[in-house]
């Protein structure tokens, strides 16, 4: 069970004067149940490779196979759109139906389910975001706050009970609380149903905090790969490439240029502090 892109290219505008290639020859496997994180530079083609994986896009070179399945080949979509869902910046902006039911129920009932099957899917994923069914589900989605619409739109994804789970910069306009309770209920889903989470994000503390493993992308190329230690600790390339780095990172430099040995693996914050702490109580 895994997603594998192999040689993968995508070029837009193919054979006219203006084509760009925007990603190229990326070879990438995402194994079942593992958070990975993907990030780079505005530019760097991490929305395109990440819609390549529920055949929103298809490649101009090389292949992309989810569980065994060709995106190519369209008999194969509706399966791998069930299996690998899809989840853009302010996903609220995809709610569209009358009540929360509907829109929740819209995924589900496109997979043929029974009415019973819908009703059950619906409830579970409202009740897994923290919306209470017997108080949301009648409701217009136009007429929840503005954190209410975005789990109502991420239970929609949910009720498909998809296998991977894609978030393209999920967390765009949210406050820090907010960010840490939709990432907090991911986190809890993969660990719940054993889904595989990818998600792209500027955000570098969000990735330290989650991800098993970090792709970073740079002009459409795989640039660096590893774990969060191993990527993180480079933080000099990695503002090479324009990123950022996390804060815990950055604060971390900052003391050992002050002569303090901080470990270098360390780029999450509550590990920086428990460093500290230890160090401080010896």
Request: charge should be neutral.
């Amino acid at each position: 069970m895994s997603i594998v892109l192999e040689s993968l290219s995508h070029e837009y505008m193919t054979g006219t004067p203006l084509a760009f290639p925007a990603i190229r020859n990326v070879s990438l496997t995402i194994e079942e149940g593992e958070f990975l994180g993907l990030i780079g530079h505005t530019g760097s083609g991490k929305s395109t490779l990440v819609q390549h994986m529920n055949s929103l896009l298809m490649p101009t070179g090389g292949s992309v196979l989810v569980d065994g399945l060709d995106v190519r080949e369209k008999k194969n979509r509706p399966t791998i759109r069930a299996k690998v869902g899809m989840v853009f910046q302010y996903p609220e902006y995809q709610l569209f139906a009358e009540t929360v039911r509907e829109d929740v129920g819209f995924g589900p009932k496109n997979m043929k389910l029974t009415p019973e099957q819908i009703e059950e899917r619906v409830t579970e994923a409202l009740t897994f975001v923290g919306l209470a069914p017997k108080v949301f589900a009648s409701k217009s989605p136009f007429d929840l706050s503005g954190g209410e619409k975005r789990r109502a739109a991420l239970a929609g994804i949910l009720a498909m009970r998809p296998q991977y789970l894609v978030l393209d910069e999920p967390m765009a306009g949210l406050d820090p609380r907010g960010r840490v309770e939709i990432l907090d209920m991911i986190e809890n889903l993969r660990r719940t149903t054993g889904c595989a989470v990818i998600m792209v994000s500027h955000s570098m503390d969000d990735i330290a905090r989650y991800a098993d493993r970090v792709v970073v992308l740079a002009q459409g190329e795989i640039a660096m790969s590893g774990s969060p230690s191993e990527v993180f600790s480079q933080d000099e390339r990695l503002l090479s490439f324009g990123l950022d780095i996390p804060q815990a990172t950055r604060l971390s430099s900052l003391l050992r240029f002050r002569g303090l040995e901080v470990p270098n693996d360390i780029y999450r914050m509550d590990r920086l502090r428990d460093w500290l702490l230890k160090r401080w109580r010896a």
